[in-house]
């Protein structure tokens, strides 16, 4: 203990190894559903499901214990919703529906290949001149687009949300078994929400699951077995396919900064409420800490799994105590434990086929519908007494679900950020490396 003690800072921080233990479990099971929703995301892009799942538990363990032993934070990390989905439906997605029509092979190299970018500035201290020169009212509104993205994902897979020609999208069958289960899912996770519960996440999707079977919504398949294996992902980056692409670079780049975003904003709030940012505000050892995080996303890419990112449901560990790298440790010991349940994950990501190839996914679909909810609380951040700033952001909330595109989403938010403030005659007040991202976006309009 004496030992763990010191490794840690146990007594500085006003913590024990029983706290940290407790705080580490509180993390693993608020955001241990990414065990679940990974496989099921990713294999829409063709990937092997049993090896996503492991690839999802190992570099979300390595990178937790990555981050407990460099930057001694209790903060857990995993793939990142909303990036999975960026991977499956517009990095992977066919030019026919707005995609750039990768392989996932060839996307695995654009992760990689940004995550040790990201490390890269990491170590030498540029993250800081890369994120002043993102508007914030974009970041935030990118954020809201992602989460309006993953709700209308959710209510889509959940049969709520169906094509209709001319209008788009209509309303489901309300009466369906799988619109059923669904709102009831939706229901169960938000109750336990609301009572607080830890983990309620997850264990709404054990109620929805086990509501399921007897309806013969879901096939029960086991609870523990030996793992699957990793070869079907494991070192199958494809980077001569990449870089024959001809976006390669936009994909890499918004990869680069979706994590960015992500990582800097959760590691700020986060150590604001565990007390862990010093007088002037800063996060002592920031670049160690994303460095963890950057070294994450490049062990999950060469395992086969997309961005991996500080986790904000680590906000419920420290909560319960957690105030060191112990509390991850922790939470990365039970990630690999995790991989012994891919039977379970098969019961709950594996899908209900309502025609033959066409599957609706009612377990997995509450759990978006709440995670998108989570995001939006982020639009309250957006000046919106900025005019340029403000409808900018909007136009990147609204486009990014209604293209069922990030990269739509962002790009209509750069171009529309530029040419306000250009027309405003506020050309030099904007970061000159935000003219040249609108530059690009643009570039890739007339060319591509």
């Known amino acids: 203990m004496r030992f763990l003690n010191d490794l840690f800072l146990l007594d500085k921080r006003n913590t024990t190894v029983g706290t940290e233990a407790v705080a580490g479990a509180t993390t693993f099971l608020t955001m241990s559903y990414i065990v679940f929703v990974q496989p099921a995301v990713l294999s829409m892009a063709g990937m092997d499901f049993g090896a996503v ?7 979300s363990g390595l990178a937790s214990i990555l981050m407990a032993f460099l930057a001694n934070y209790p903060i857990a990390l995993a793939p990142a919703m909303g990036h999975n989905f960026f991977f499956a439906l517009t990095v992977c997605g066919t030019t026919a529906t707005g995609g750039f029509g990768l392989t996932w092979n060839q996307a695995l190299a654009a992760v990689f290949l940004s995550g040790s970018l990201f490390l890269f500035l990491s170590l030498f201290g540029f993250r800081e001149k890369v994120v002043d020169a993102i508007p914030e009212s974009l970041r935030y509104g990118l954020a809201v687009g992602i989460g309006l993205l993953i709700a209308m994902l959710g209510l889509q897979w959940g049969g709520v949300i169906v094509d209709a020609p001319g209008v788009l999208v209509g309303l489901g069958d309300v009466t369906s078994p799988p619109v059923l289960l669904t709102a009831f899912g939706t229901l169960a996770i938000m109750a336990l929400t609301i009572r607080k519960v830890r983990g309620a ?31 079907p992902t494991m070192l199958s980056l494809d980077f001569g396919g990449l870089f024959a692409h001809p976006q390669f670079l936009v994909v890499i780049a918004i990869f680069f900064f979706l994590d960015l975003f992500d990582s800097v904003g959760t590691l700020i709030g986060l150590a604001s409420s565990a007390n862990l940012l010093d ?17 994450g996303t490049v062990v999950g ?17 420290i909560s319960a105590g957690g105030r060191t790298g112990l509390a991850s440790l922790f939470t990365g010991l039970l990630f690999f434990i995790a991989i012994f349940f891919y039977p379970l994950a098969q019961t709950i990501g594996g899908g209900y086929e309502i025609s033959k190839g066409v599957y609706l996914y009612p377990i997995i679909a509450p759990a978006l519908i709440v995670v998108g909810s989570l995001m939006l609380k982020l639009v309250k951040r957006i000046d919106w007494d900025d005019a340029a700033g403000g409808f900018s952001a909007y136009i990147t909330i609204i486009i990014t679900p ?16 530029s040419a306000l403030k250009i027309v405003n005659g506020q050309f030099f007040a904007v970061h000159p490396f935000t003219h040249l991202l609108t530059v690009m976006f643009i570039l890739r309009y007339v060319f591509l």
Do not use: N
């Open 301 to 317: 890419a060469l395992l086969g799994t997309s961005t991996v990112t500080s986790y904000i449901e680590s906000a419920s560990g």
């Open 53 to 59: 799942m492991v690839a999802t538990c190992i570099s």
């Open 402 to 417: 209604l293209s069922l595109s990030i990269t739509e989403g962002i790009s209509a938010g750069f171009i529309c950020y």
């Open 279 to 295: 007088e002037k505000g800063k996060l002592p050892g920031a670049e160690k800490a994303l460095a963890a995080d950057a070294g």
């Open 201 to 231: 996440i997850l264990w709404g999707i054990m109620i929805t699951t086990v509501t399921a079977l007897p309806f013969g919504l879901a096939t029960f398949h086991g609870i523990l077995s030996t793992p699957p294996s990793i070869s």
